[in-house]
């Protein structure tokens, strides 16, 4: 069986090489500067911003290492990679965001409810915070088997037990 190109096969197939063809023409161009613009520069070193760096890395990533050793001419393809690595390392790094060690601390307004509870009734009370209804619950039943009075006050996201003797 015989294949037939339709004429818009063919005219297709000739945009896209007239397309490629151009590239290759704006690429070569821009190669071309590259290499003049090197050639002024001598041997001095370019400063480069931060944002020149940034733009640098993600560009470079894209084109990968081995076309970035027939491109690069400023730095090394080694540099524009390692500017990558540390861009993807900065995304990810949490450093500002973490606490240190142990359980956050209460705020004043609840100590100075707390104190305040403690003050009133003789230290008879038991601090405990909001994840813990059921040992206040635990706690109740057994101040109750010793004969004791018992109720929970609750101030925000803090319960206190409190008991009497």
Not at 7 to 13: C, G, N, Y
Request: include cysteine; hydrophobic fraction near 40%; aromatic fraction near 6%.
């Amino acid at each position: 069986m015989a294949y037939t190109l339709q004429p818009w096969q063919v005219f297709l197939a000739a945009l896209a090489g007239w397309i490629n063809r151009h590239q290759q023409t704006a690429i070569e161009f821009l190669r071309e500067e590259n290499r003049v613009l090197l050639e002024q520069l001598g041997d001095r070193r370019i400063r480069l911003t931060d944002e020149q760096r940034r733009r640098r890395a993600v560009a470079g990533k894209d084109v990968g290492r081995k076309a970035l050793r027939d491109l690069a001419g400023i730095v090394t393809p080694d540099t524009i990679l390692a500017w990558h690595r540390k861009l993807v390392a900065a995304k990810w790094d949490q450093r500002e965001k973490r606490r240190g060690p142990g359980r956050p601390g209460v705020n004043g307004a609840a100590e100075r409810w707390v104190a305040t509870v403690r003050r009133e009734l003789l230290d008879h009370v038991i601090v405990l915070n909001e994840r813990r209804g059921q040992i206040a619950r635990e706690a109740l039943g057994a101040l109750a088997v010793l004969g004791r009075n018992a109720g929970v006050l609750r101030e925000g996201s803090l319960r206190c037990l409190v008991y009497s003797e």
